[in-house]
C-alpha cells in the first residue's frame, strides 16, 4: 500500500479555528499579533450596549508546545506580544489556549494568573472589574522570568559546582531568603550602618556584587556580621495572640554561605535588574530594583523557586499543596465571602481591619499567598475609592494574615515570602503545637484555609519508648480535646485476648456530651449507646483534632476549608466526627441537628496531588462554616438548616507527575477549574 502523509495541524489553523467560533460569541473584533506555524496570536473582544469590551488573548501553539499551555507563561505571552502603544485599558485580561485540540482559558489580569473553566459571555466580560494596571508590569512579569531562571540556576550552582556551607537543597532555599531578606532591608532601610571589627559601614556600600568582586572573603565576613545585626530588627518583628514577639529569624540563625561566587552570583541576580521601562518600552529609571517591581511578581518567583525545588522528604511530613488546589479552595472561599458578608472585608475595629486569615498549620504560608491577591481581587469589587481601597489592602498586610507551624525554617521561609508580597508584618511565628498553643487565640478568625499532618504514627518491633512517649504526649493533647464533655459516672473496660476472649482492665470514665460554640470534644468518641469515652492516642488521626481546633479558632458563622485524608470522609469508624461536624440526621425530617458546622462542599482530589512530596495518599478538602451562636445565648449554637452539599471529583490538576517533575505537555485538564466554576455558578 503507498504510504500517506499525515497532515500536521499548525498553530495558524488552530488559531483560525479558535478565532470564528469566537466570533460567533460575539467577540468579532480582532488585531493579529503573530501568524507563525508554530505559534499564532491574536488580540479578540467585542461590544456590550455599544462598548467596547476588555480583550481577549487567543494563544495557538502546536501540539508539541503544548506544555507551554500554563498560567505564567500564557501571561508571559500577552504582555510579550502586544504591542507598546496599546493602551493601557486595552491589554488582554482573559486568554485562551489552544492548539487544535485542547483548550484552557485563563484570567491573566488577576494576580497571580490561574485557569478559569470557561470564557464569560460578552455580557459578563463587558461587565467585568479588574485591578489598574501596574505601570511597569509588563518590566516585572520580565523580571519575574528572570529571577525564577535565575533561582533556579543559583541552586543549582551551589548544589553542583560552587559548593558552600549548606546540607541540602532546602539550606540553599533558605540562604536564599536570607539574601531577599537583607535586599528588602537595603532598599527600606538605605543608609543604615552596621558595624563590623569596631568599624562602622553602610550597608548598602557592602551589601553590592562589584564591592565582594573587590573585596573577596572581607566582604563575605562583612555581609555576614550585617545579618546577625539586622535580622532582629522592629520592622520584621510580629506579635502573636499572646503578645510574644518573633523576628523573622531566630537569634541562632546565621549567614552559612562563605564562597565569594555565590554572593557575587545571588547579588548580581537580585540587585541588577537592568532600565525599568513602563508598559509602551519608555524608560523611566537607568537601573530597577524590587522596589519597582509589581507588588506580587517578586514574591510569585520566590514561591515558585520554593516549590519547585523544596524537598519534602527530609522527615518532618512536609506536603507543599499544589498550586490548582490552593486557588481552588480560596477562589471558592472568597467568592462565598463577597455573595454573603462583603461588608466583614471594609469594617474596622479601631484601626485595625475585623477581618483576620489563618493557617495553623501553614508551612511555607503558601495559602496565605493565594489568599492575599483573593482579597485585593475582592476589594476591587467593593464600592471604594482607591485611596480607601489602598489603605484598606495595606492595613490587612499587617494586621489579618496570621500563621503558625511547628517548623522553624517553614516559619521563616514563611515570613520571607509574606515579606516579598508588601507584608513583613504578617503574623507568622513559631509554635510548639497548633492544636494546643495560647499563641491562637480561639473563635477570632474568618477563615482558616489549611493542609495539616494527618496519619498515625507506625512503631516497629522494638520501637517501646518512642510508643510509649508518643501516647504519653498525645494522651496529654486529647484532655485538652474534651472540654464540651462533663463527666457521667464510668463503665468496665474490656480488652480482647486472642484464644480466651474479652477480659475486663478496669474502669473507664463515661462523658455526655454537650455542643458550645467555643468547646472541643474529639479527645473522646461516642459508643453505640451515645457514652463518651476517651480515645486510644493511637486511634486517632491528627487531622480530626485539626478540625475541632480549626473550629474552635473560628468566629461563628466563620469558614474552613481543610485539606483531609479520604478516610475520615468515608470510613465507618469516622462516622461519629461526621456527625460531630454536621449533626444527625432526623429520620423523619431528614434534617441534620446537634452538629457544629454547615458542610457546604466536599471536593475530591486526585491520588497523585502530592506525589511529588513522595506520598500517594488519598485526600479530599472539605469546606466548612462554623454555624452560628444563638442570639440571646451566645455560648451555644443556632440550630440552622444543613442545606445540599456541593460535591466534585478531580481526576487531574492539569498535569501528570513523571521524573519527579509536573509534566504539563499531555494534555490532561485542571478538573478543578471547572469544579470551582461550577460551585461559582451554583450548578
Known sequence: MPETETETLTAKDALASLTTKLAERGFDLEQPLTDGDDESAAIVWGRHKGVLTPRLLLLALTPEQWDKARPEHVQSRAWALTPTETAEDAYPVFAIATDGEHERTFDIANHPPHEIDQLPTVQEIGEYKRLKADPTYRWS??????????????????????????NGK????????????LESFRLHHPN???????????????FDADYVRANGKAAVAEIQAAFDQFKGHADYVVTDDKGESHPIFDKNVHLQLEQQRNYETLLDLIQNLGPVTDNRGVQIKANGTFADMAADALGRAFDVFLRGNFDSK??????????????SMLDIAFHDILAETPELLAAYKGDKPVFRYCDPACGTYGFGVVAVGRLQRALAELNLDDVKRKK????????????????????????????????PKAR?????????????????????CTNPPFGTPKFKKGQHEARERYETEMGEILKRFRTDLEPDGDKTAYTFVAGMGWFPIGKKEVYRYTPTVAGKAMGASPDKKGRWTPISPTSIDPAVLFIDRCLELLKPGGRLIIILPDGVLCNSGERYVREYIMGKKDPVTGEFHGGKAIVKAVVSLPSDTFKLSGT?????????QKRHARPNDPEHFADEPQKDVFMGVADHLGYEVKNNVE???????????????SYIRGE
Open 141 to 166: 512579569m520580565r523580571q519575574y522570568e528572570r529571577l525564577m531562571n535565575g533561582f533556579n540556576s543559583f541552586h543549582e550552582q551551589v548544589y553542583q559546582t560552587v559548593k558552600d556551607r549548606v
Open 170 to 181: 532546602n539550606d540553599i532555599i533558605l540562604e536564599v531568603a536570607k539574601f531577599l531578606f
Open 192 to 206: 543604615i550602618e552596621f558595624t563590623h571589627e569596631n568599624r562602622k559601614r553602610r550597608f548598602a556600600d557592602v
Open 314 to 327: 527530609g522527615g518532618l511530613g512536609i506536603y507543599l499543596t499544589p498550586a490548582p488546589v490552593k486557588q
Open 392 to 423: 484598606l489592602f495595606e492595613d490587612h498586610l499587617t494586621y489579618s494574615f496570621c500563621g503558625a507551624d511547628s517548623a522553624p525554617v517553614m516559619v521563616t521561609l514563611a515570613r520571607v515570602n509574606m515579606a516579598l508580597l508588601g507584608a
Open 428 to 448: 507568622i511565628f513559631y509554635v510548639q503545637n497548633s492544636l494546643t498553643t495560647d499563641q491562637l487565640e480561639p473563635g477570632t478568625f474568618d477563615l482558616i
Open 616 to 624: 500517594g495518599a488519598k485526600t479530599s478538602y472539605l469546606y466548612l
Open 663 to 677: 509534566d504539563y505537555s499531555k494534555g490532561v485538564p485542571n478538573d478543578l477549574a471547572g469544579i470551582t466554576g
